[in-house]
């Protein structure tokens, strides 16, 4: 059977309780007032097991922080319980040299309360409150010295009582640096699936860039190596609408759909020098914003009667694709060439 974190320490926890109640019960010597010493042991019994099992509504451990991998551990003791626990912690010492009478009270049956409040104030560690636990600790020293004196307070078992609480301090200052390291570990793994994935994903399409590639430019080299590069006129356009093609789908694919495809290939037919840049900025835009964006270019590069035509996209907070038209033809751009065509297309579309 698979049992949590927190019934195992609900467990240990009413074990001990127990054994605590019974040995400061289980009486070997005269006592003044056994009501009173039922009721001490009855109350730190029950308050122990508020510590255990009370819930809180408005826990105060961050989000990252759990004590078991599962998430399963004990949560954050309520504030009514832990100033219960230090007014217990209190008023038992006192209690139980009342009712045990002053004479009696370095009696083994009259020290077992200092483990019972010790282990009331461990939970109250556990569950997260550590200043009320080491305020009861602090009540608790003083009562039991007030009573037995330091060297009697300390020889039964108030050490191991403050040893208890500081033991569980550390484990639970272990567990949630545990915790956080696990959250970290699970956020580099999720960052590197993550990375893995975009990698899958530039290399399938680095794959669909190829092959595409391969049936644009397949057939004609073919042919040019079956000719011996002797190409006709027609076959060196048709080359020259495959290199720039394959330039484009190599530069811009983010520019690039059915219907920019269409037109590019037609300005070029018809003498065009079509020049794509992409520089960024279309990452963020969505299916239909794209969508818009490219028919634009399309309708831009099929009006247009430029000898060259260059489509960039940029980074602008409001432009994202510029189309500009030129009377220069060729790489270099003169001095005295003139704009015949300069549109701006928009991220969003126009109201």
């Known amino acids: 059977m698979n049992i949590t974190t927190r019934t195992a320490l609900l467990l240990v926890g009413i074990v001990f309780t127990a054994y605590h109640a019974a040995r400061t019960l289980f009486w070997t010597g005269p006592v003044v007032h056994p009501v009173l010493i039922i009721i001490t042991v009855c109350i730190v019994a029950l308050v122990t097991l508020i510590g255990l099992f009370a819930e809180s509504r408005n826990p105060v451990v961050p989000s990252d922080v759990a004590l078991t991998a599962g998430g399963n551990g004990p949560g954050v003791l309520p504030m009514w319980a832990g100033v219960l626990a230090m007014v217990t912690a209190a008023l038992t010492p006192t209690a139980v040299a009342i009712g045990v009478g002053r004479e009696h009270v370095d009696a083994p049956y009259a020290t077992g309360y200092i483990g019972g ?71 580099l793994q999720r960052a590197a699936a993550a990375w893995q994935a975009a990698q899958s994903v530039r290399r399938r399409e680095r794959r669909v860039r190829v092959q595409f590639a391969l049936q644009v430019a397949g057939p004609l080299l073919t042919r040019m190596i079956g000719q011996g590069g002797a190409l006709t006129d027609e076959e060196r356009a048709e080359a020259r609408v495959a290199e720039g093609t394959l330039r484009d789908e190599l530069r811009a694919p983010h520019l690039l759909d059915t219907r920019v495809r269409i037109a590019i290939e037609r300005a070029r037919r018809r003498g065009s020098t079509v020049t794509l840049l992409d520089e960024g900025g279309l990452d963020g835009l969505n299916d239909d914003e794209l969508g818009r964006i490219r028919g634009e270019i399309a309708d831009a590069i099929s009006d247009a009667q430029s000898a060259r035509i260059i489509v960039r996209s940029s980074r602008h907070a409001e432009i994202a694709v510029t189309v500009v038209g030129r009377s220069a033809t060729g790489d270099g751009i003169a001095a005295d060439d003139t704009v015949e065509l300069w549109q701006e297309i928009t991220r969003t579309a126009s109201v």
């Open 117 to 187: 409040v010790g282990l009331l104030l461990t939970v109250v560690m556990i569950r997260r409150r550590v200043m009320c636990a080491w305020i009861g600790v602090g009540l608790l020293v003083i009562g039991s010295v007030a009573w037995l004196g330091p060297l009697g307070a300390f020889s039964f078992g108030l050490v191991g009582a403050i040893m208890w609480v500081s033991v569980a301090q550390i484990i639970m200052h272990s567990l949630d640096r545990a915790s956080r390291d696990t959250m970290r570990l699970l956020e």
